[in-house]
Nanobody, 123 residues
Framework: QVQLVESGGGLVQAGGSLRLSCAAS????????VGWFRQAPGKEREFVAG???????YYADPVKGRFTISRDNAKNTVYLQMNSLKPEDTARYYC?????????????????WGQGTQVTVSS
């Protein structure tokens, strides 16, 4: 059973930064697409960032230029560096692995999900 564990969330003021981490129990991230999603209260889960099979990166428009996805295959860990945070970035952030094909921004393209880590940005 593959487990994904996110960490690094917290409370930060607008304009601040956080780095989220997602550690996998096995090498599910190695040479495979990975993604970050988020869900704000009362809203549906949405795509934030993805890293494709050939290390290409994809970002949702609201986070372009502010967020960066990266990974360390040796550590089976994916990161999301978040800069210039805004109150509208407040959400629970989830990493996704076990890519099975399809569009990187679709939740159905991933088999494994973490429990999420809360990010709260105060104004």
């Amino acid at each position: 059973q593959v487990q994904l564990v996110e960490s690094g969330g917290g409370l930060v003021q607008a304009g601040g930064s956080l780095r989220l981490s997602c550690a996998a129990s096995v090498g599910t991230f190695s040479s495979n697409a990975v993604g970050w999603f988020r869900q704000a209260p009362g809203k549906e889960r949405e795509f934030v960032a993805g890293k494709g099979l050939r290390e290409s990166t994809y970002y949702a428009d609201p986070v372009k230029g502010r967020f960066t996805i990266s990974r360390d295959n040796a550590k089976n860990t994916v990161y999301l560096q978040m800069n210039s945070l805004k109150p509208e970035d407040t959400a629970r952030y989830y990493c996704a692995g076990g890519y099975s094909g399809g569009l990187y921004f679709q939740q159905s393209s991933y088999h494994y999900w973490g429990q999420g880590t809360q990010v709260t940005v105060s104004s």
